[in-house]
Structures are given as C-alpha cells and as structure tokens.
C-alpha cells in the first residue's frame, strides 16, 4: 500500500489542479462585485441522508485557497447525516470563501455518497469476518478522494494503483503463459528489482486454484473471480490458511452476504466508487 506521505501528496496534488481548472486567471465573479477586504462566514448545509465525508479535505481546501480562513466544525468524517444538519462553518474572506466552494461541494458530495454506499454495503456484513474492499474503478484524477472516502464509511482500501502491490488477473495469466509461469516470473522480477510486493492471483476455476496453490509461499491473497457460492465454499475449503481469500465479480447487495458466509476474508467490489449519487450539500451565506 502507498505510504502517508505518498498519499498526501495525492491530495495535494488533487486540490491545485482542481483549483488550477476552476479559478485560472481568477474568479471575476466575485472579483467583479465584492471587495477584496470584504469579509463573511458560510455553513456547509446538509440537504439528504447519509454518511458525511470531505470535511477534513475541506479543511485542507480552504487552507490552501487562503490560509487565514476559520473552520468550526460541527460534525465530522464519518457521522450519520440527515437534512437540515450543519457540518461546519467557515469564516474569513468572502472572495477566498467563494473560490473554494465549488472543489469543497464536488469532492464533499461524491465522498459522502461513497462512504455511505460503503457504510450500507458493510451493514451487509454485519457478522461476519469478511471485509469490503474498493478497487481501482475510481474516476480518473480524484482516486486518492475517493479510497479515502471508502474507509470513511469503513471499508477498506485495496490496492491504490499499480504500483504498489502485485495482481496478476486473467491478461497477465494468459499472456504468461499460465498460472505457475505467472507467478514464477513475478516472484524473479520482484528479486532482480529489490521490490517487496505483496503478490494477488486471480483464478478462474478450481483447477486454477489448485494450481496456485502449488506455489502458495510466494502469494499473499486468490482472487476467487466470477464463482458460484458452491463454488466458492469449495475454494476456501481448498485454501485454507494458505492465502487470504478474496471474492470479486458481480456481487452485489442482495448477494454480499452469501458470499461472505462463503468463508472468504475480503468482497471487493467496484461499485463502492463507479455507481453512486452524490449526496446534496450547499455552503451557504449566513
């Protein structure tokens, strides 16, 4: 997984290109009809239900836009919202206020709407031990936002890219030449590069699995891709504490739950980030 520091800079690097795209040259609408002396305080409204998530990147949003601007919270990452609730306040110029906004809302309304897509789907698994995974069907340029999001809603991040953890899935399989060679090589590449990666097999049939149970040693997590629930109980039998256990393909929230009394360890599933819908929030003038 990518370090603290690595993923601040993915943060970082998320607000001055969203405030590169929206301001540019400057916002001529408020530069056009409020003094640059003027000051103001705004509140961030909550206008649906759901899981709140954004308020710490706000915070980082409005420091950058103009660091003499004061936040007051009310509510934090992570709390069950409903309409009418007030996450916080912030105070200072009114014209830094206003180039902020727009980066604030976006981010905060498609956070909320993932974590409390995650939150529900983690309800689902109430329990159990299986635990819900993201992937990386995330929205170009705003990955780092929305993995932080899902682990507001209490699910956990997979891999953040490709770069810092081994999966090899049916292309690499196939273009390797196979299971064994896949993996073989993998392991050779990560000793010639000094690379310590965690390794992730995807398998697409029980005979595959078997396969790569073969050289267990050199993996940390089977991808149980696309199976059945019969199926899949049979791979968590065959697997046993070799390997974690991850199940993927399809599922659901009318299927989460079998698959997890399947026995696996993880349920990974794009939807957390692909198919939401923002929740409503404004900042308004107060």
Known sequence: ?????????????????????????????????????????????????????????????FAYVDDSLVVEDVLTDGDQVKYGDIAFYVSGSSQSILKAERLVLNAMQRMSAIATKTKFFVNLLEGTSTKILDTRKTTPGIRALEKWAVKIGGGENHRFALYDMIMLKDNHIDFAGGVTKAILKTVAYLKTENRDLKIIVEARSLEEIEEILENYEHVYRILIDNFNYEDTRKAVALIGDKCLTESSGGINEETIREYALCGVDYISSGALTHSVYNLDLSLKAV
């Not at 400057?26 to 998530?53: F, R, Y």
């Open 1 to 61: 997984m990518i370090t603290e520091a690595q993923f601040q800079l993915e943060i970082d690097g998320i607000i001055s290109n969203a405030i590169r795209e929206d301001v540019g040259d400057g916002d001529h609408s408020s530069l056009a009809c409020i003094p640059a002396d003027a000051t103001g305080k705004a509140k961030l409204l909550v206008k649906d239900e759901g899981i709140l998530a954004g308020c710490a990147f706000a915070k980082a949003v």
